[in-house]
């Protein structure tokens, strides 16, 4: 994967440390695409998403003077940094209080949040491996809901008109397979999952 979006340059960067708004936007449009898709890995919202990267992008401004060539890999970072930190905020607002919670988090943390490529992670994680084969031995439409609402974030509505079911039959197929996967998944992997498909 490259480290650097190929229209982001090193006079780029020296003009963004000199202060030029104008490399401030050139870097911005050349990188936000990319950042939202980064940080919607975590968040799983698209309003969410563009929040994280526009909070990074104004820190970045406001350390304008300090940034290094390639820049990439430093917004990677804080993408991920502030996406976290959006987790812990909106996802688990009250404090953790169970064992089982604070090891999914330190799960996270140390095995798939520490990536600077988080995007390629995913399917190589063993976590994921764990996860793909209790999901894969769903029965079928109850995997198919699930995969559709959780995976592509489709509504159940919409999921329901594209299989012929009803809204309320899918919602019984996607509150299957979560108990299911609750039953099957050790607690760490089971809140892990939560945090990456919500």
Same mark, same amino acid.
């Given at each position: 994967?490259?480290?650097?979006?190929?229209?982001?340059?090193?006079?780029?960067?020296?003009?963004?440390?000199? #202060?030029?708004?104008?490399?401030?936007?050139?870097?911005?449009?050349?990188?936000?695409? +990319?950042?939202?898709?980064?940080?919607?890995? +975590?968040?799983?919202?698209?309003?969410?998403?563009?929040?994280?990267?526009?909070?990074?992008?104004?820190?970045?401004?406001?350390?304008? #003077?300090?940034?290094?060539?390639?820049?990439?890999?430093?917004?990677?970072?804080?993408?991920?940094?502030?996406?976290?930190?959006?987790?812990?905020?909106?996802?688990?607002?009250?404090?953790?209080? $169970?064992?089982?919670? /604070?090891?999914?988090?330190?799960?996270?943390?140390?095995?798939?949040?520490?990536?600077?490529?988080?995007?390629?992670?995913?399917?190589?994680?063993?976590?994921?491996?764990?996860?793909? #084969?209790?999901?894969?031995?769903?029965?079928?439409?109850?995997?198919?809901?699930?995969?559709?609402?959780?995976?592509? #974030?489709? $509504?159940?509505? /919409?999921?329901? /008109?594209?299989?012929?079911?009803?809204?309320?039959?899918?919602?019984?197929?996607?509150?299957?397979?979560?108990?299911?996967?609750?039953?099957?998944?050790?607690?760490?992997?089971?809140?892990?999952?939560?945090?990456?498909?919500?």
């Amino acid at each position: 994967m490259r480290t650097e979006t190929p229209s982001v340059t090193e006079e780029m960067v020296r003009r963004l440390n000199a #202060g030029e708004i104008d490399a401030f936007n050139d870097i911005y449009h050349a990188t936000y695409v +990319y950042l939202c898709c980064v940080a919607a890995y +975590y968040v799983h919202s698209r309003q969410a998403a563009t929040s994280v990267v526009n909070d990074v992008f104004l820190a970045f401004w406001e350390h304008r #003077g300090d940034i290094q060539y390639p820049p990439l890999p430093y917004l990677r970072r804080a993408v991920r940094n502030q996406s976290v930190s959006y987790l812990r905020s909106s996802l688990f607002k009250e404090e953790m209080s $169970t064992v089982h919670e /604070e090891a999914a988090w330190d799960f996270l943390e140390n095995h798939l949040l520490s990536s600077d490529n988080p995007l390629q992670d995913i399917e190589n994680n063993e976590m994921w491996g764990i996860i793909s #084969g209790v999901v894969e031995s769903l029965p079928p439409r109850c995997r198919e809901v699930f995969k559709r609402c959780l995976f592509e #974030g489709k $509504t159940y509505s /919409e999921v329901a /008109e594209e299989m012929g079911i009803s809204a309320s039959t899918a919602r019984v197929h996607l509150r299957n397979a979560v108990n299911r996967l609750r039953e099957e998944l050790d607690a760490p992997l089971f809140v892990a999952l939560l945090l990456l498909i919500w």
